[in-house]
């Protein structure tokens, strides 16, 4: 079961803090992350970070502007998405898989979050 929030409308430049609080027996075994989907194009594996913490993953276009932390004391991860770009703009939802330093393999996920980056 996965509780997301944080989407919103922003303008180019601007911030937004996503958050995830996952639960279920499979949590603490599983990495977890981000992938996003926009109208028209395909799901795109966003950033990740391995069950134990030591792997992460982004994407080559967030690089430098997205990071991911998590709070173990209430079981909830963040995407901090800082200098976001009209090309941002999709439903953000927040999953479990397997977060190798190349992709996120993820198989299963939460509802979703809109993010809309516009003027």
């Known amino acids: 079961q996965f509780v997301e929030s944080g989407g919103g409308l922003v303008q180019p430049g601007g911030s937004l803090r996503l958050s995830c609080a996952a639960s279920?027996?499979?949590?603490?075994?599983?990495?977890i992350g981000w992938f996003r989907q926009a109208p028209g194009k395909e799901r795109e594996g966003v950033a990740c970070i391995g069950s134990r913490g030591g792997t992460t993953y982004f994407e080559d276009s967030v690089q430098g502007r997205f990071t991911m932390s998590r709070n173990k004391a209430n079981n909830t991860v963040y995407l901090q998405m800082n200098r976001l770009k009209p090309d941002d703009t999709a439903v953000y939802h927040c999953a479990i898989g397997l977060c190798i330093s190349t992709r996120f393999l993820y198989d299963s996920w939460g509802q979703g979050t809109q993010v809309t980056v516009s003027s």
């Open positions: 279920g027996s499979t949590r603490a075994v599983y990495g």
